[in-house]
């Protein structure tokens, strides 16, 4: 038996190497960018939050000073502070401001609040503050314990 003759011709077809599977999942990149890009807001925001926290404390402190008390007492139905508030700003605000009464010994009897409202650039207001205590308590003093502009 004779073999058949080999014809000429292209050479047999050969199969270029598979692929290599592709990954699963997220690549590096991604993974990277998926952090950090919410830690870089997170840290923008809180700075931007202790920017605003910083110069409402600074607001609050000016408010504060502001405010001055021109009496303390007592009169026939409660305890009584007259405040004074001055606006420091360069635009009208309204202020609400409580005052503690404390005895001699520094104990609180009593708080009252006042809303003054609308007080122009530079312009003064005044306006009354009760507390009313058990029995014929007469406060010492009259301190300023909170000041808001609004």
């Not at 507390?131 to 010492?140: C, H, V």
Request: include cysteine; charge should be negative; aromatic fraction near 6%.
């Amino acid at each position: 038996m004779t073999q058949p003759p080999i014809l000429p011709g292209p050479p047999p077809p050969t199969y270029a190497p598979a692929p290599p599977p592709k990954k699963k999942g997220l690549s590096t990149g991604w993974i990277i960018t998926i952090i950090l890009v919410p830690l870089a807001l997170l840290a923008l925001c809180g700075a931007g939050i202790l920017l605003a926290t910083g110069a409402f404390i600074s607001d609050q402190k000016q408010a504060k000073g502001d405010v001055s008390i021109t009496d303390c007492g007592q009169d026939s139905f409660a305890m009584l502070a007259v405040v004074r508030v001055v606006n420091s700003t360069d635009h009208s605000v309204s202020y609400s401001v409580t005052v503690a009464f404390e005895s001699s010994d520094g104990t609180q009897l009593d708080t009252g609040s006042a809303y003054i409202s609308s007080v122009a650039p530079g312009q003064a207001a005044t306006d009354e503050v009760r507390g009313f205590a058990a029995g014929d308590a007469s406060p010492a003093r009259c301190v300023v314990k909170d000041v808001t502009r609004v």
